[in-house]
């Protein structure tokens, strides 16, 4: 089936852009990782836009077609970018600290969140399968806690793990407003990608700005010096060959979400594989089982 495999393209891509941040934020400024990042991924979609708009006789997919929108859709996608950019930065600060294979796995609980944000504000009301599916993300989640111990990680007191908590439930969040934008105000996944990954520079100039001020201000030596790494220049490009590979198998009409969501995030399989080749991460057998756990919790939520 073609939407599978392109699913499957997604949770690769997915996966490889999160050892992509990971390998760019290791012993870097994240700032300036963050920056680099979205200007690359604006960069991308300002040539789309521009092509579009001055040399409309090119044939451009229908896919990357960017609609023409009000002022009220800029700040509504101006908006989203406000609450993507806030979950980046802790998902780039917690990834620095964290193993890749604990920090992954933790953001592929996004679903549960998700769930629990339509419970509490939807009031959407769990099936029982659904039920069964939140208490064994709960009870991975806690044994991956215990596996996180052995490595000196306390997920009660370790500021990493909650700053990767904070950011999955601020990217819950952002998965009930791409609802909105996609569904109330209409507005095509393409348009989305392109204005909130333009606006995504203004909300990161701030923060490597702030770098900038301190590290000339300061001792230099006790500033994170900014290390330009081609693993930067690829975050936002696998991210958006990720999205797109994912919304194309959407679009399929065989395509069945309860299959799709689940198996995208097989991704963290990429990051399981990651620390067990190239970065040393240890206890990768347990972390496989929890996160065995997880997937399977999420497959029940999505029934």
Known sequence: MSWMILTLVSALMLGLYDVAKKVSVRGNAVPMVLLVSVS????????????????????????????????????????????????????????????????APIRATSPLWTLFIAIVFLAERPAPLQWL??????????????????????????RAVWWMIAATILGAFSAIYDKLLLQEFGFSPATVQAWFSVYLVPVMTPLAVRWYLEQKRDDPAKIVQFEMRASIVWIS???????????????????????????????????????????????????????????????????
């Open 40 to 103: 690359v991924s604006a960069a991308i979609w300002t040539v789309m836009l521009l092509v579009q708009t001055f040399l409309p006789s090119i044939a451009v997919p229908k896919l990357l077609v960017v609609e023409s929108i009000s002022g009220k859709g800029h700040l509504a996608l101006a908006g989203k970018s406000l609450l993507v950019g806030a979950s980046w930065v802790l998902a780039f600060y917690s990834l620095k600290v964290l193993p890749l294979s604990i920090a």
């Open 133 to 158: 599916g939140i208490a064994i993300v709960l009870g991975s989640f806690w044994a991956l806690s215990l596996v996180g111990a052995k490595e000196g990680i306390r997920f009660r007191t370790d």
């Open 237 to 303: 490009p696998l991210l958006l060959a990720a999205d797109m590979a994912y919304f194309s198998a959407l679009a399929d009409p065989d395509a069945l979400i309860s299959i799709v969501s689940p198996l995208r995030r097989a991704s963290v399989v990429v990051a399981l594989i990651f620390g067990s080749r190239m970065s040393g991460e240890i206890n990768l057998k347990r972390k496989a089982a929890c996160v065995l756990g997880i997937l399977t919790g999420i497959i029940l939520l999505m029934l």
